[in-house]
């Protein structure tokens, strides 16, 4: 089974603070995409990632930057965590083409 | 217009019932569609993908039509575990794999 994993499952910062968000995927996957669920808005796509060190915009990549030094990780930065930022922030990846799997999750609650 | 549309429901139904999901996509050349169900606090995980000639998978079938830019999802005898949201997927096919998520229908079963 795929396993995309996300280390940080619950997380409380203060505004201003830097936050990473860390993402493992075991498959190979080629594409890893960073997404924000909220309520009535759904899931909309940060960043993406077809490569390593390589990076693409999605829709609302403002005030986040990321980084895929190796296959398997993407991670998520928050340069300076907002309170407008709260948010479920969900980490997937996928074959070119194919189905995307998604990580368990991450809930940041920024104060 | 939302590039990706679904009505948010509640849909109610009794265990045993029958119920259709529609969802509408904004872009014609939309290339693969999917269904994925989240349940509460949890990750979407891929309930089906939707092919031009329409499946089924047990007791859920899918169904696409291009001509009025809709896809649907149809469960036969509700069960109590069908309750979640389910979300529509739509592959814009603009040079990557960009998803777009539809903000998803929820459906309750009631026994």
């Known amino acids: 089974d795929v396993k995309v994993t996300q280390s940080s499952r619950y997380l409380v910062k203060r505004t201003g603070e830097k936050v990473f968000l860390e993402c493992v995927q075991d498959m190979d996957h080629e594409n890893m995409f960073w997404y924000r669920q909220d309520p009535g808005l759904g899931l909309r796509l940060i960043y993406f990632?077809?490569?390593?060190?390589?990076?693409e915009k999605g829709d609302i990549p403002e005030g986040y930057s990321v980084s895929r030094e190796k296959k398997e990780r993407f991670s998520l930065i928050l340069e300076s965590a907002s309170t407008n930022q709260t948010s479920m922030y969900l980490c997937?990846?996928?074959?070119?083409?194919?189905?995307?799997?998604f990580g368990e999750g991450s809930w940041l609650t920024v104060v | 217009r939302k590039e990706v549309e679904q009505d948010p429901g509640p849909f109610n139904v009794p265990e045993g019932a029958t119920v259709a999901f529609n969802c509408t996509y904004s872009n014609s050349a939309s290339q693969s569609f999917f269904w994925y169900r989240q349940d509460c606090r949890k990750e979407p995980k891929l309930l089906m993908s939707v092919y031009s000639s329409g499946n089924e998978d047990g007791r859920f079938t899918a169904q696409l039509n291009r001509a009025s830019q809709y896809i649907s999802l149809l469960i036969r005898d509700s069960k109590l575990s069908d309750s979640a949201t389910y979300l529509c997927?739509?592959?814009?096919?603009?040079?990557?794999?960009?998803?777009?998520f539809g903000t998803g229908t929820r459906l309750l079963v009631s026994p």
């Open positions: 997927v739509v592959n814009m096919n603009t040079g990557f794999q960009k998803l777009v």
């Open positions: 997937a990846s996928s074959l070119v083409g194919n189905t995307i799997y």
């Open positions: 990632s077809y490569d390593v060190k390589m990076k």
